[in-house]
């Protein structure tokens, strides 16, 4: 069964210093992934998405991920981040298999803290 | 933002008794998914719809029971709730996980629902 970790529970940094929260993957069959974020007492925004292509994807907010097929790994990056970036953080993935439902399974999630 | 809503937003029942929550869509996406959330498990999925009266198990369904007769509101039940049912209740939908329909695959969540169950 497909299975998503992400490595750090809580990352915390900087105002304007560099992250990234890392997630891989269990499965090596075609899937897509993605990167959801979850702000205080609300629901979960895409943030972005891998479905095909190019292995680089990037948000509008500075964020990008890169797609690692080898490593199984999706890892989430951002060069400079501010504090409204604080939040929980949670990668997913569906394969696009047989089953065709667009089941998502999710990592346990990363918080991010920024501090000034 | 998709137009999604959950009601209620909060509810503090008993162990015991049963507890329906609502997930209400105004997008008419085919697809329907009811997840909780709880703390280092990230999201888990309970049980989704693939379209009108078509139901199917998630991963972690047991104790629970869904209903969807029409394409805009998908039904969560708690037959009869307990401790371990406590949590943040989340509603998706998506408009298609085919990758051949060109649809969006991505799934959009409403604003959550928190069951305490005492």
């Known amino acids: 069964a497909q299975s998503v970790t992400q490595l750090d529970s809580q990352v915390p940094v900087f105002e304007e210093a560099p992250v990234e929260l890392r997630c891989n993957y269990s499965?090596?069959?075609?899937?897509?992934l993605f990167w959801y974020v979850q702000y205080p007492n609300q629901g979960l925004q895409l943030l972005l998405k891998?479905?095909?292509?190019?292995?680089l994807v990037e948000s509008i907010n500075g964020f990008e991920a890169e797609f690692n097929k080898s490593q199984t790994s999706f890892h989430l990056r951002k060069p400079s981040v501010h504090i409204s970036d604080t939040a929980e953080y949670f990668c997913?993935?569906?394969?696009?298999?047989?089953?065709?439902?667009?089941?998502?399974?999710f990592g346990q999630g990363t918080t991010l803290q920024v501090k000034p | 933002d998709a137009g999604i809503t959950q009601s209620p937003r909060h509810k503090v029942t008993e162990t015991g008794t049963p507890v329906t929550l609502r997930c209400h869509q105004t997008?008419?996406?085919?697809?329907m998914y009811w997840y909780r959330q709880d703390p280092g498990h990230g999201l888990r999925l309970i049980h989704y719809?693939?379209?009108?009266?078509?139901?199917d198990k998630g991963e972690v369904s047991d104790g629970y029971s869904v209903s969807r007769s029409k394409t805009e509101d998908f039904l969560l039940t708690l037959e009869s709730a307990t401790s371990s049912q406590t949590s943040v209740y989340f509603c998706?939908?998506?408009?298609?996980?085919?990758?051949?329909?060109?649809?969006?695959?991505?799934?959009?969540f409403g604003p959550g629902t928190r069951l305490t169950v005492t």
């Open positions: 719809s693939y379209g009108v009266k078509d139901t």
């Open positions: 997008e008419n996406h085919r697809y």
């Open positions: 997913a993935v569906s394969d696009h298999g047989s089953s065709n439902t667009g089941k998502l399974i």
């Open positions: 891998y479905l095909s292509g190019s292995t």
């Open positions: 998706a939908i998506s408009e298609s996980p085919y990758f051949r329909d060109r649809g969006s695959y991505e799934q959009y």
């Open positions: 499965s090596s069959v075609s899937v897509y």
